[in-house]
């Protein structure tokens, strides 16, 4: 990167790929091509995979909207909204039998695997919820409201070790989320290492300035 950012070379690729790696930009792709192979991927089948979309303002709430309008099936996404309906008046086991109901038409859905598993959260079945957690990061390990929430049922198993390496997951894919690095320096905290803990709420209020909580636990006026 530092040869093709220098120099004549700055627009060219293969020169710098040559001197450095000793093959050219086919020779790379064609190796890659060879390990992606060997990663043992499947297909799964109804898996829609939704364009990515940054957002410049706004809440997660703006997101979840956006994805559950471009990813979902129409007749999926009425028993979703229903469901959401239920879920927000306390309605859980309705609520979930709304969205069992959206997964037999989108069999491969991390989206609606979430939205079981928080029902299922809600409802003190942990298990479950962390099971259909997990399944829907390995079905799309980019949706990272995955992690976020199977980050959560862990703690509230007191599992730290594991809550902390979903967050991170979380982070890898999205480092932008300063509620998830507030997550994170709390587990952290949970976890004894405080120095951590301080560095991960300093990134939170550096991407939220406004958070008053994180203000007072850091001393910030």
Do not use: C
Not at 127 to 154: C, H, M, Q, W
Request: proline content about 5%; overall charge neutral; glycine content about 8%.
């Amino acid at each position: 990167l530092k040869k093709m950012a220098s120099g004549e070379e700055r627009k060219e690729t293969g020169p710098a790929m040559r001197e450095s790696l000793g093959i050219d930009l086919a020779g790379f792709e064609k190796r890659w091509r060879v390990y992606l192979d060997g990663r043992g991927f499947v297909e799964i089948q109804g898996l829609s995979i939704p364009d990515m979309k940054v957002h410049s303002g706004g809440n997660g709430g703006d997101a979840e909207e956006w994805d559950l309008e471009r990813w979902q099936p129409l007749e999926a996404r009425k028993h979703i909204k229903l469901g959401d309906m239920l879920r927000a008046r306390h309605r859980y086991s309705a609520a979930l039998w709304e969205y069992r109901r959206a997964l037999k038409i989108s069999p491969a859905s991390p989206f609606v695997l979430n939205r079981i598993g928080m029902a299922q959260r809600e409802l003190s079945a942990n298990d479950k919820a962390e099971a259909r957690f997990r399944e829907a990061a390995a079905i799309y390990p980019g949706y990272p409201t995955s992690y976020a929430n199977l980050a959560e049922v862990l703690a509230l198993e007191g599992r730290w070790k594991e809550s902390r390496r979903a967050l991170e997951e979380y982070l890898a894919v999205n480092p932008f989320n300063p509620f998830v690095w507030k997550d994170l320096g709390s587990v952290l905290m949970e976890l004894g290492e405080t120095q951590a803990a301080v560095r991960s709420w300093e990134t939170s209020l550096e991407l939220n300035p406004a958070d008053p909580e994180l203000r007072r636990a850091l001393g910030r006026p």
